[in-house]
């Protein structure tokens, strides 16, 4: 890893917030530059404002700082992304296009490309969804992220491109309240929690999703990303698997520590979308090639994150 230096682009977000962190933590602040749109919430090391829909100047800046690998998170959600599916595929697919054509002219040693559990759909088992199943997504995001990783492994196998990914399940952190995303409830649950001890959630409460939190986030991401090629077996993004809940099952655990803690539904346009994923995921593909495993489960990400954020 000695010389390697690190972009970031979409920063910003609920995962880029922690994982700037924790790649200057192994490369060095000075080795890891954190990009996005606009400045960040909390002052960054190393943070620049750059646009990668203008793929000349994100060219121009892998070449002027001597980027070696690009954790590329910069994308709109499933949900927020519905609202102008013309512009969520700008964003989403066609700047990674340009962003992959610069890793293969650049000579770039890796790029990490996030998916989802968006790319599956109502074909798609629901349970111990496989590796290799029907993908059939409901909403751009998901359409835009399934031809992503067929083009990552396109590039892979055509020009040798190192493309690594992660079929991300709903992301649950104390540290940023998300904006855009369908499993959102699973955070905003925690802060309405502290805030008002109510919780007034947009899904129905039998609706069961795939979640992690944040620190197997972290570790799922640099353990595929720090494993050495030869165990890497597809270039499409690894299925990987935290735990699976529904908010009435959350809203439990959290009344265990918050006993005044009640919450209420409201479903709106995104029970369509919850209701087209997968209820849990089979990531034995991840276990065997890098030895991928989970540390936290449903009980232990509330205790943490009650100990966190409210107690």
């Not at 620049?48 to 002027?64: N, P, R, T």
């Not at 353990?223 to 990987?240: F, K, P, V």
């Not at 990400?301 to 966190?308: P, R």
């Amino acid at each position: 890893m000695e010389g390697d230096r690190i972009l970031l682009t979409g920063a910003n977000g609920q995962i880029g917030t922690e994982l700037t962190i924790e790649l200057q933590k192994i490369y060095g602040e000075d080795n890891v530059i954190a990009t996005d749109i606009r400045e960040p919430s909390e002052r960054i090391s190393r943070f620049e404002i750059l646009d990668i829909l203008d793929s000349s100047k994100l060219d121009a800046f892998i070449a002027e700082n001597k980027i070696s690998q690009v954790y590329h998170l910069a994308a709109l959600l499933s949900s927020k992304g519905e609202e102008n599916p013309a512009f969520t595929w700008k964003l989403n697919f066609d700047a990674y296009i340009k962003l992959l054509e610069i890793g293969r002219d650049r000579q770039l040693k890796k790029i990490f490309f996030p998916s989802t559990i968006g790319i599956y759909g109502p074909t798609t088992p629901k349970r111990d969804t496989p590796q290799n199943s029907s993908f059939e997504p409901a909403t751009v995001y998901g359409i835009s992220k399934f031809t992503g990783e067929l083009w990552s492994d396109y590039f892979n196998k055509r020009y040798g491109l190192d493309v690594r990914g992660l079929r991300y399940p709903g992301v649950i952190s104390h540290k940023v309240r998300p904006a855009g995303g369908t499993t959102d409830f699973a955070v905003e649950i925690f802060f309405d929690a502290r805030e008002k001890s109510s919780y007034n959630c947009y899904l129905k409460a039998g609706t069961r999703l795939p979640m992690m939190y944040m620190p197997d986030v972290m570790k799922a991401t640099l353990e595929l990303m720090h494993a050495d090629r030869s165990s890497i077996s597809t270039s499409m993004a690894y299925n990987i698997h935290g735990f699976s809940l529904s908010p009435e099952e959350l809203a439990a655990e959290i009344k265990s520590y918050l006993p005044d803690f009640e919450i209420s539904y409201n479903p709106d346009h995104r029970q369509a979308i919850a209701d087209s994923w997968t209820e849990s995921i089979d990531d034995s593909l991840a276990r065997r090639d890098w030895s991928w495993n989970a540390e936290y489960d449903m009980t232990s990400m509330v205790k943490d994150m009650i100990e966190q954020m409210i107690k």
